[in-house]
């Protein structure tokens, strides 16, 4: 920064880090000078989106001249209907992390406590401390998030959020539904639970309790990024109590969705044979991983998600090992960034072709480290 | 809202109203029941991107399972080349507006003090309010905004943040370069230049003064929104000194850019052809607007702008009148929202089938209304 500059940043801003949350797949491309030869590390959906979605997205370059609704009127309709809430119980936005950024602005005062577990999302808590809140975190607890010792901690610290998500990234793992439903119901009145399920649609049938708007504290966060294929399109959405819902309209960016990107999760939406189709891919890729980890003497985690957690068996460093010879290797994977579930690496499910090199290349790496 | 929640959000956010900065076009669709045969309003480009930027974005479906590069690596790096600044000097968000928003976070405590002009961009207002700053208002003088009238009240308040727009928006007037550089020499050192740019390319050559980045305290806005033909595509960029561009890392949205968009605006950029044949069709538009205005004993405000402010020639009243006639008819337009340049109605330009049909129902509207 120029070292005679007089403007005037605000505290906040002046001291905060300039972090980021992930580093993206293109910045290692970079470094290593050559593109992957396999994505698998951004818990992307390598099948995409429905055809009927692509050619719709496709149609509507013709269009994109036009500003997209900003209210999301039909996107918002279609999911209200689809979850058989109202409309002001639904808001649209820049993918899960823009909603989860407006929502730290709506609560996260310099005062305020959050609570969330030790290495779950990493972007949720770049928005908190980036409004001056503390986090407070409990533990993983047999690699899930521990709704009881979060619920312990939200009143132990008087927490104004709670964030909780269901499955989680970076593990897999979830917990069932009347789980989720006693944390609904311990949680703190005075906290708003976030309730983060953008891996929901490929969880076992039992995983989400129903959607009850009338709970006046509850915040549920889902995607088109992840089942729906769409993570390039940046569609998130969150429902809740109207009360909490006609908040974002006070300060969200009212004109910041694409349009070809509305349109496209509109149709996402409408083709939900399309998005079982995939839940299946998504599962058998799952239950590859499980056999190339077996197969390597590795455990791997049973995931609800598009990705798995596969246990290195050691520490940090062998993980980060494994990791860097697979980047190397021009294979992305990431891993979680804290310990003990620091000793996994985390791949994203891959087709047939992704699979068969990530198999290849995790026995050479491993031999090679052994 | 429910009377018995007892969640807390911030102060400011429990105050804040729920405004929108623009309703957009399908709300009123929706309200009159019909969609409009020509959406002249919301200072969009009807003659849309490169045929090139078309065709990315549409390949682009293919990849939308992918998340865009967090660090828009390859469109900043052309827009660096195209000004002649470093990679450091640039940053990309979702649209202008997204930008503003960030940098009012960056600067607007709620001890701050920011200067615009009344009348003036509304989304910028929104966002300052929003992080609850205080706004003062110089006004705009012969229909443009007033340089000095804004540095001396910048310096009387003491202010953080000066926005100034050249051209500006709603009138579509502008101040020659030299005008600019005087402000941006006189804008005190305490206080951030937010130099909106947003219509510069349809701007006479000696408009924008030449960008230099070592100045620390001006930020210039510009967008593929409007001359580009990308509004629903959502692509802005800030140029700057290195020490203020490096602040939106702290705060933004990392993953917020749509995949199709940045690559489409890296095409788009690249065709400078179809960029100039695009200004010429808005040169012919806008005459084709003053002559309308004429015909039907009108003045129109000369415009830099891909819209005209045609002064309908008495109070605020008539000016609502005539636009609530037009979209009674079906033609989209919008008004400024101060007097007294609340006595235009500002059109947005269209192709020839929208300028023949402006054209037939003013006329209708205005014998109406005489």
Redesign the interface.
């Known amino acids: 920064?120029?070292q005679?500059?007089?403007?005037?940043?605000?505290?906040l801003?002046k001291e905060?880090?300039?972090?980021?949350?992930?580093?993206?797949p293109?910045?290692a491309e970079?470094d290593i000078g050559a593109p992957f030869f396999a994505?698998m590390g951004?818990n992307?959906?390598?099948?995409?989106?429905s055809p009927k979605a692509?050619?719709v997205?496709?149609q509507?370059?013709?269009?994109?001249?036009?500003?997209?609704?900003?209210?999301s009127?039909d996107l918002r309709t279609a999911l209200a209907e689809f979850y058989g809430v109202g409309l002001e119980n639904v808001m649209v936005g820049?993918?899960v992390?823009?909603l989860l950024?407006y929502t730290a602005?709506?609560?996260?005062?310099p005062d305020?406590k959050v609570v969330t577990t030790q290495g779950s999302y990493p972007?949720f808590n770049f928005h908190v401390v980036?409004y001056g809140s503390t986090l407070h975190y409990a533990q993983f607890k047999d690699d899930r998030e521990d709704p009881e010792a979060l619920v312990e901690m939200a009143r132990e610290v008087d927490a104004?959020l709670l964030y909780f998500s269901n499955p989680n990234n970076p593990m897999g793992t979830c917990w069932p539904s009347e789980t989720v439903e006693s944390l609904i119901e311990n949680v703190p009145?005075?906290?708003?639970l976030i309730l983060d399920e953008a891996y929901i649609e490929t969880a076992p049938e039992n995983t989400a309790p129903p959607i009850d708007v009338s709970i006046?504290?509850v915040l549920r966060f889902r995607t088109f990024?992840k089942a729906y294929?769409?993570?390039?399109?940046?569609v998130g959405y969150v429902i809740g109590?109207?009360?909490?819902i006609?908040?974002y309209?006070?300060?969200r960016?009212?004109?910041?969705?694409?349009?070809?990107?509305q349109m496209?999760a509109l149709a996402a939406l409408d083709d939900q044979d399309y998005l079982h189709e995939t839940i299946n891919k998504i599962k058998n890729a799952r239950e590859r991983i499980y056999t190339i980890a077996a197969d390597n003497n590795l455990s791997a985690i049973p995931s609800a998600t598009n990705f798995v957690a596969v246990d290195c068996g050691r520490d940090t460093a062998f993980a980060k090992s494994v990791l860097d010879g697979l980047v190397a290797r021009r294979v992305f994977v990431r891993m979680p960034g804290s310990e003990p579930q620091s000793r996994c690496i985390r791949v994203s499910v891959g087709n047939d072709e992704n699979l068969d090199l990530f198999a290849r290349e995790l026995k050479v790496v491993l031999s090679d480290l052994r």
């Open positions: 920064m120029s005679n500059y007089k403007y005037r940043l605000t505290p801003i905060l880090p300039a972090i980021v949350p992930f580093v993206g293109e910045t970079r994505r951004a992307e959906n390598v099948f995409g989106p692509k050619e997205m496709r509507a370059a013709d269009d994109i001249w036009k500003y997209a609704d900003p209210e009127h820049e993918g992390d823009g950024g602005r709506m609560f996260c005062s305020a972007t980036g104004t009145a005075e906290a708003v006046p504290n990024s294929g769409m993570a390039g399109a940046r109590h109207a009360g909490l006609a908040q309209d006070k300060i960016n009212h004109f910041g969705m694409n349009r070809a990107a496209g």
